[in-house]
């Protein structure tokens, strides 16, 4: 392990580590446009030149393409440095447009940065000398590109070709007419597209989810986890919800990947990174319902009283066998570690489970994206929320006792049942069982199937934790309260366990957290104090061996 | 062609007709000294080489016997790249070594093979010169007919194949790991140093030799009069002679084989014929567009090898000399030569990329009579925030004459400044 020293200040980094790496350690920039960590260094950029002092010789060198040696003297803040970067700042801003406020980049753009840090130089070019390239150019379905800002570090294009193993964006023409375009008759269309813009230093490229939609200073960022499928991406949600008048149904104003080094490391997929629109969509459940006649309006806590009166009553007639609960493997861990403790263990309901084979799918590929679209099928196999002893019914099976009516109460949560039945079957199954609860954050088919319906809060209104294919426990940090009268998913159980008599652990998510970790064996040991930011594995799990995240065909660097 | 005290012992077959023709060739005795090569060990040619005090005529002048001893232990395959992409300003050597005498080349790049025991040689030829490449490809295809190229090479149990790609018209392709990027099907854009040395890391990541035209010709001559012999034609620390392509305000211009290390006078007027219509030379540029420019001054004791240019402050670079008269503008100079690396720039990295064309720009408004008076500092300027910092040495290509034209002739350019 190489001992140096930046800016006489010792460090001490991995063999093999660049100097832009051993720099970070110590909370030191070494600016830089091309070297991204994920990506192969191709030196091109020119910022990132510093002084390097090895025995007894003096030399300038790129920091992305030198190793770190033992003995190694660098200087990131000498006079001779800051004239370099100053020199090569003024070489990209020679033909850069002046739209700083106009671009959506600004706030938030290394150009701009680095020009307060190493430029403030006055202007040597007319503005009649500018070049002109491709302005609004649309490079894909999600994308778009100005060329007149792009400082042609070739992040984008080597991203598409060595981590989603497509070649659709490259650097055409040579010399002051090189520009970034699509690669001839290709779209910037892969499912990864969307970081392409995360890796833009500048404002070239830019989200059209995104663009024109806020100044980026206006943001406010939560670490978060993905939950569009069961690898569990960590990611940060900006958001922004003071100035409503932009958009006052638009809360979450973009998702951004953030790195995890055993998960997704500095990418995210594009069905992931669009898929908040769900948060706020207009079809969001934000009140209760019910076709209990002789209510006006729907409460939850009048569909709360009702519920455990038709569950009391089924019990009590009929016995645990009357009761079926079909969970959903997309709540969190503590929803299903309070709706196993309540039906499972206090009410002896055999009939629960997560699975149901009509589910839908998603598309699966080597790099991120998994088929299973839960966020929590490992956590809810661990916690135990499944058919048990002896007349337990499995997901499938649930339904079609359903449909014979050999339930008085049916409980569903998130899924829609109605998408796997047909007309007649819909019918049957609102006759035949006496009465249905369903708990679900969207408009849909149960919401008119059901005697009852309570909202439920998404993944981005509320603190929790999931457990991905991996079995890595993460957590999520809630930015905002959840929409209307949408209530967690685990406070349901809670106050349905209240009404039921049976006191169920903890007023706090926390509390639930820390009481699956002295119940459940595989949380053993866990503590919601003690999550870290990056997860933590199950108890008896071993962290997975490092798998470096990009497509199993990655064309070489650019 | 003439050498009125030239040494001919690379060109002496130039003028012969039919040298192109293997048969002819194999008269004049072509492809002996690659069986005296295969008699010796690999090690022993490298040594022959080493001691012979060969240096690359591309411009680089680095010792040919030293880069082939670079060759990593123990990896193969490895690769043979004669670089034929000849295309600085004022450079034309390699095109009559291609063109009159190509079995020479590749008689030289096969015992460069033998001695770095590498499988294949790429010949890189500049995709503009369409007639050499024909003539190298029938050569190529001839050697390989007579059994000079191909599996078991005259019996030595040794194989070797030559194989004949061009460029598309880049001068960036001459730079060596440019030339192994469009080799292997890639844009030329050069390559990131470290690695430093394409004998290490080179042609698909395997040790590559890439070594000029001229260089390689010279090797058979080496093996036939021995490396003591070749020294004597040169300086001590470069051996042999060196091809001056001589252009610009002279009488005879052309490609002149004399001994390195010999005056800069002797090229001139013995060689070339003086000055044309009697003019006073004014500068030279002694090593092809990128080398400084030298005033009459500096020139006045010069000998053209490579420690004395450098010592007087450009460098041999192709040995590409251009005669200047007191007729010819330096600022206009300076617009032909910063457009053409404006033009040839790769685009790869930002100092060059976007600083050739500024330089090209601030160039031709003092030219036209637009230019203000910090334009000459912001020239000098300019081209300091190039040189050395980007990642082959076009840049400082450009940096170093624009440097060296705004020094030694400022009082031109001032006197285009209204202002």
Known sequence: MPHLEINGKPVEVPAGTNLIEAARRLNIEIPHYCYHPGLAVVGSCRMCQVEVELNGRKSIVVGCNTAAADGMKVFNNTEAIHRIRSGVLEFYLQHHPLDCPICDDAGECDLQNYYLLHGLHDSRVELTEKHHKHKVHDVGPTVVLDSERCVLCSRCARFCREIAGVDELGIFEHGGDSELLNVPGRLLENDYAGNVVDLCPVGALTDKDFRFRRRVWYLKRTPSVCTGCSRGCNIYVDWETSRSYKNPQRRIQRLKPRYNRGVNEWWICDRGRYGYHAVDAENRLTAPRTKSDGESEATVDGVLDRAAEKIKAALAKHGPKSVAVIASSSSSNEDLFLLKRLFADELKVHSLDVTLSGEPKGKEDEILMKADVSPNRRGAVEIGVQPWGGGGVAGDDIVASALDGDYEVLIVVHHDLTRMLSQKERNRLGQNCDYILYLGTHENGMCHLADDVIPIAMWAERDATYTNFQGRVQRTWRPFEPRGEALCEWRVWQELGKRLGHSLPAESVAGVFDSIGTVVASFKGLTWEGLPANGIMLTGVSEPAYRKVQSSHPLPAY | ?????????????????????????????????????????????????????????????????????????????????????????????????????????????????????????????????????????????????????????????????????????????????????????????????????????????????????????????????????????????????????????????????????????????????????????????????????????????????????????????????????????????????TRFYAHESCGQCTPCREGTGWLLRLATRILEGRGRRRDLDDLYELAENIDGKTICALGQAVAWPTKSYITKFRHEFEALIQE
């Open chain 2, 1 to 337: 062609m003439t050498s009125s005290n030239g040494t001919r012992l690379l060109s002496r077959n130039f003028a012969l007709p039919g040298q192109a023709n293997l048969d002819t060739a194999l008269k004049r005795g072509a492809y002996e000294m690659l069986k005296r090569a295969l008699k010796m060990k690999p090690e022993e040619v490298t040594t022959v080489v080493k001691a012979s005090g060969l240096r690359g005529h591309g411009g680089a002048g680095f010792s040919a016997g030293m880069k082939w001893g670079f060759v990593p232990k123990d990896v193969f395959p490895r690769y043979v790249c004669v670089n034929a992409d000849e295309s600085e300003p004022g450079t034309c050597k390699d095109r009559l070594i291609l063109e009159y005498d190509p079995h020479l080349l590749i008689e030289g790049a096969l015992i460069c093979a033998w001695a770095v025991q590498a499988e294949r040689i790429y010949i890189y030829v500049r995709g503009e010169y369409f007639y050499p490449t024909r003539i190298v490809q029938r050569a190529i295809d001839e050697a390989r007919a007579k059994g000079f190229v191909g599996e078991n090479i005259l019996g030595s149990g040794w194989s070797c194949h030559v194989h004949l790609g061009t460029g598309a018209g880049q001068y960036i392709c001459g730079e060596e790991t440019g030339l192994i990027e469009s080799l292997e099907g890639k844009k030329g854009w050069p390559r990131l140093k470290p690695p430093f040395y394409p004998a290490a890391v080179g042609l698909w990541g395997k040790p590559t030799i890439v070594n000029n035209v001229e260089t390689l010709a010279f090797v058979p001559r080496i093996i036939e009069i021995g490396a003591e012999k070749f020294l004597s034609y040169g300086t001590p620390k470069a051996g042999g002679p060196t091809l001056f392509s001589l252009s610009g305000s002279v009488n005879r211009p052309g490609v002149y084989e004399l001994p390195t290390g010999v005056p800069l006078k002797t090229l001139i007027y013995d060689c070339g014929g003086g000055i044309k219509d009697g003019r006073r030379l004014k500068a030279v540029i002694p090593g092809g567009s990128s080398s400084h420019i030298l005033t009459a001054e500096e020139c006045e004791n010069l000998k053209m090898d490579f420690e004395s240019v450098v010592a007087a402050g450009s460098m041999l670079g192709s040995a590409a000399v251009m005669v200047i008269d007191e007729t010819v503008s330096i600022p206009r100079l300076m617009v032909w030569m």
